[in-house]
Nanobody, 122 residues
Framework: QVQLVESGGGLVQAGGSLRLSCAAS????????MAWFRQAPGKEHEFAAA????????YYADSVKGRFTISRDNGKNTVYLQMNSLKPEDTAVYFC???????????????WGQGTQVTVSS
């Protein structure tokens, strides 16, 4: 059974930083592309970042580019999202996802975690 478990969310002031982690089990982690999506209250899931199998290639939404960094450790079956210079508009539930293709569409990603709440106060 595939499991993706996010952690690291919390409450932070604007301008602060958080590091999210997503631990994967039940799949051959190094063969999956990984991504982070987020969902703000009353809004659809929004793509934030994705990373290739090896970690050599990364992709970011314009809204987070230059502030967020996605990385992975295949030895630990874990993907990370380092979030710096956080803004109130970054407030959302953050989900990690695993899949075989890159896509901004959440429906193209195969496995999902349960999410972790990030709240940025002004």
């Amino acid at each position: 059974q595939v499991q993706l478990v996010e952690s690291g969310g919390g409450l932070v002031q604007a301008g602060g930083s958080l590091r999210l982690s997503c631990a994967a089990s039940g799949l051959t982690f190094s063969t999956y592309r990984m991504a982070w999506f987020r969902q703000a209250p009353g809004k659809e899931h929004e793509f934030a970042a994705a990373i290739s199998w090896s970690g050599a290639n990364t992709y970011y939404a314009d809204s987070v580019k230059g502030r967020f960094t996605i990385s992975r450790d295949n030895g630990k079956n874990t993907v990370y999202l380092q979030m710096n210079s956080l803004k109130p508009e970054d407030t959302a539930v953050y989900f990690c996802a695993a899949g075989s293709i890159y896509s901004f569409d959440r429906n193209d990603w195969t496995y999902w975690g349960q999410g972790t709440q990030v709240t940025v106060s002004s």
